[in-house]
Every structure is written in structure tokens, then in C-alpha cells.
């Protein structure tokens, strides 16, 4: 008998207030550390009421896309996203968005869920052979 059980990351990222440019190149920078390191993890977003983004958020979110789809497609296990209330949730559970990060992608309004979601996809790398 052989047992392999690797550590899975679970990067539970929550933004709130006013989100400036470098704050947004950290959270990228922190997928991109595992990224490089090449271990399996799951993300977990949650977006706080009042939260404001920086301007350029999409275009420093394009860029380091460009650079790093192919292993963020490789490596994450899955995308949660915790929604404020229900019309947040049925704006991000819709098919483009689970389309555009071809990752295995779920919305939920709790934690708790999304986090047993994320539990559950990062099972899916332990193997017992």
C-alpha cells in the first residue's frame, strides 16, 4: 500500500474599502508564489459591501493573465466566490464568468459552503493507492 496526501492550498482572498494598485498586484502575487512553486490550490473571493477598486484593476488583472493562464489553468483546483446577497450571486454565476476562468468555478452567499466547496475540489489531488 502507498499513501500520498500533498498539502492544497486554500487562499481564502477578501477585499474590502478602497483597494489601491499595489494592494491588487499583491493578491495576484500571492497566486502567482504557488503558481511558481507549482502546488494545486483553490481561491476563495469574497468581495465586502462598499469595496472600490482601483482603476487600472482590469488591466493589471489582463496583464498578469497573459503571463500566468496557462498555469493558473494547470494549477487551481477551483475559483468559490462568495457573494454579498442574492443578486450579487446571480450576477456572478453566470456562464461567461464560469467560462472566462475555465477553472471549476462555484457561487455561493456563505462562507461555509464556499469553503466546503473548496475543502471537497482540493480533495480531488489526494490520492491512496
Known amino acids: 500500500m502507498t499513501l500520498s496526501s500533498c498539502c492544497i492550498q486554500i487562499l481564502d482572498m477578501q477585499f474590502s474599502g478602497q483597494v489601491s494598485s499595489v494592494e491588487f498586484e499583491d493578491w495576484l502575487s500571492q497566486i502567482q508564489v504557488l503558481l511558481d512553486q507549482k502546488q494545486n490550490f483553490v481561491l476563495v473571493m469574497h468581495t465586502l459591501p462598499e469595496t472600490e477598486f482601483p482603476e487600472d484593476y482590469r488591466e493589471i488583472q489582463s496583464r498578469w493573465y497573459k503571463c500566468y493562464k496557462a498555469l493558473f489553468f494547470q494549477y487551481c483546483l477551483g475559483l468559490a ?41 482540493s480533495l480531488c489531488t489526494t490520492q491512496i493507492t
Open 81 to 121: 466566490r462568495i457573494a454579498q446577497d442574492e443578486e450579487d450571486r446571480i450576477r456572478l454565476d453566470t456562464p461567461a464568468l464560469q467560462q472566462a476562468w475555465k477553472v471549476p468555478y462555484f457561487v455561493s452567499l456563505s462562507k461555509t459552503d464556499a469553503l466546503q466547496w473548496a475543502v471537497q475540489r
